[in-house]
């Protein structure tokens, strides 16, 4: 497997600054099932991290498998979610087994650790999410929208921890710019 993801500095910075999106999203996607009525159902968490979700699912009651590309991530997840499986494998060709919901939070889907991602892909990966899934199973998923930069400009974010700083710097370019060629249809 060529994508590696984060090595052992930047997983723990992922961990301790980046994770509370997954930790906010972990009730309101818990409550989705228990209002699906799935209450000890298999979750993927694709794309999983250091486990912020896993291991809310997993004290729910849910059979988690916990996927993610970075060995240092999985190895955060594994002290952090004991009863979630984790793997190693990328959201790009990761086998899925059958689940009652799929969730990749925190942008994982426009990570570009694998160089096969873009949306070829992502076509590829939601076939595979739907044939994983049981009738009435849900996939969550954010993605990067329009607004988090400013267009053909940049907007600069720093995220601070004891040890620790990311200076952020996001660029928006319209979709008919060049480097925008790779999303379009072939």
């Known amino acids: 497997m060529k994508a590696t993801g984060y090595s ?12 509370g999106f997954a930790e906010r999203a972990a009730p309101w996607i818990l409550a989705g099932l ?8 298999t979750v993927v968490d694709l794309g999983c991290g250091s486990g912020a979700f896993a291991a809310r699912a997993a004290a729910a009651g849910h059979r988690v498998v916990g996927i993610d590309v970075s060995p240092s991530m999985l190895a955060i997840a594994r002290r952090r979610a004991p009863r979630a499986t984790f793997r190693r494998g990328s959201f790009a060709d990761a086998t899925l ?8 939070l925190g942008e994982v889907l426009g990570y ?5 991602a873009g949306r070829p892909v ?4 939601f076939r595979r999410v739907f044939e994983a899934l ?8 954010d993605v990067a929208g329009p607004g988090r930069g400013t267009v053909d400009g940049t ?14 710097h996001r660029t928006e370019r ?12 072939a």
């Open 174 to 185: 319209a979709l008919d710019h060049p480097e925008h060629d790779h999303f379009r249809e």
């Open 34 to 41: 228990r209002r699906a009525g799935v209450r000890r159902g």
């Open 112 to 116: 570009r650790f694998d160089p096969r």
């Open 155 to 168: 907007r600069v974010r720093t995220v601070a921890g004891e040890d620790w700083v990311v200076l952020v």
């Open 134 to 141: 049981v009738p009435g199973g849900m996939f969550v998923f």
């Open 8 to 19: 052992d500095d930047l997983a723990y910075v992922h961990h301790v600054g980046f994770e």
């Open 122 to 125: 992502l076509r590829r990966v």
């Open 97 to 104: 087994p059958r689940c009652d919901a799929v969730v990749a």
